[in-house]
């Protein structure tokens, strides 16, 4: 149900588009000659001869036909994607450009004028479209902060509203994900972010299901498409806690947990240290109720029915684990090291190291263009947790308001590295934990070791986190007294240190590695 407010924008916008869509046509007069012509001058004409007319006519339309308003949109498209600059950004530097292109060289003038009476269109329509969006935002927001502050009918409802309250959230999510965001992301950021505060408020007050699934939907997709709305941001909500309890209490309800699990992933992504105690609902008990659902019973043996898929249960836990550094201080290992058996959770580790898979990927799925991916499908040379807006990008823009000192503080930093690799790395760490593995999985993973040291280019920061993992097996496992493999491992390890284009951190590990195991790796020899 849409308020009054929002459909008269919606009429309004519909008139305005069908003004637009009148295009001014112009033609030109076809000039027919007298078939007599051709006859009386058939010596002089030739397959190849045009008179003056038709040649300025054709010459012209080629312009009009090159100069159009899909080429000013895809100049836009193109600046915005290359320079990595919003859609406003964009349309000032080719408005600079042009201008300069007029000035200095005059034979492109005409085409020139042209081209920014198009842009002059082009930026009053964007701003038209981006006023109407934005009103329909406010009175969205204004709707739902009513819904929110009715004591009366938040703490005794006297009628049935959730109706109302899901068609705004319906029409809030629609926005958000069918929008240009560059319309609606100062909207929505407004205010040092009160319209977000107002919706998180909302959520810990609202009890009803299918609005709390809403509203996860409406957070996860403002942190998928919106850059300025950092997963950082919640972390100083209540909003870990409150998904904490999510996971905690509804795990019969699939699609609810789901959600949680999404928005918990998305929001601990950063690798950042909440800034804010959550030990009360994210602690050791919250983890093992975690790998309790994974397994599919718990500590005793009890069987525990589960229908949620297990990379829905695995990313948080791996999310979580990023901001972590401290081995013996680790909440989730403590539960783990607790465990006699967590088979699916490691066969489940191993199967994502071997696909080069970080399940934190797929449960994020961003978006739009905050991807930049590189020839390995990953971010930056690392993972998707490389720096999406780095500093040295937003450095070569163009600022043209007061706002980019704020962007700035605001561009995302995500973990460099690959959160599986990083978890099985720190699982081999701790002698405890890593006698979760079964010798076969151990093999497994030597076996992933060694084809990823042969098919990585040197001087790839992954080479060092497989060397820090290689040396974590070797130390905390038995490995060493039934080795599989060791001679192929040993030659990787050897090319690495004699290759000249290694880095000097690789070398020396893979130096330190063959020292502290000399006499297994002489046995290989034999």
Known sequence: MRCEITQSLIK???????????????????????????????????ETRQCQYCNRSSTSNKKDDSISEQLIS??????????????????????????????????????????????EKYANEKVNSENVYSSKLRCIFKRLWFCKNDTQQRNWPVYQDEDIINGYLEELLNLITNTDQSFLENEICSQNYENINQLIAYF????????????????????????????????????????????????????????????????????????????????????????????????????IECNIPSENIISPILSFNLHINDIAENVIFKALGKRTNASHFTENLISYLNWEEDIIHTSCSLNRNQLNLDDHGVIGGGSRFATLDSKESKDNCIDDDEDDDKDDQNQRQYYRGNSVLKFLTEMFADKIVSSLFYYNDVRVIIDIIISQLNNLPIGDERIHNYLELTQNILKNTQYTEEPHKLFELRKCLISIQHHEFSDRKDILLAQNIIENNQEAFNYSNQ
């Open 12 to 46: 309004d916008e519909s008139i305005g588009n069908q003004s637009k869509s009148k295009s001014l046509s112009s033609g030109l007069s076809v000039i027919q000659e007298d078939p007599n012509d051709e006859d009386q001058n058939g010596d002089l004409a030739s």
């Open 74 to 119: 895809n100049l836009i498209e193109n600046i915005k994607l290359d320079a990595n600059v919003s859609e406003t950004k964009a349309i000032v530097v080719a408005n600079s450009v042009i201008k300069t292109l007029l000035e200095n060289v005059e034979w492109w003038n005409q085409d020139c004028r042209k081209i920014l009476e198009i842009l």
């Open 204 to 303: 810990q007050m609202e009890t009803r299901t299918n609005l709390r699934i809403k509203l996860m939907e409406i957070f996860i997709n403002l942190i998928r498409l919106y850059i300025k709305v950092s997963p950082d941001f919640f972390l100083t909500t209540v909003m870990p806690n409150e998904l904490a309890m999510e996971m905690k209490n509804h795990v019969a309800d699939t699609d609810r947990w789901i959600k949680a699990s999404q928005l918990f992933t998305l929001i601990f992504s950063s690798g950042h240290k909440p800034p804010i105690n959550i030990d009360e609902h994210i602690n050791e008990k919250f983890f093992s109720h975690q790998f309790d659902l994974c397994e599919g019973f718990d500590i005793n043996g009890e069987t």
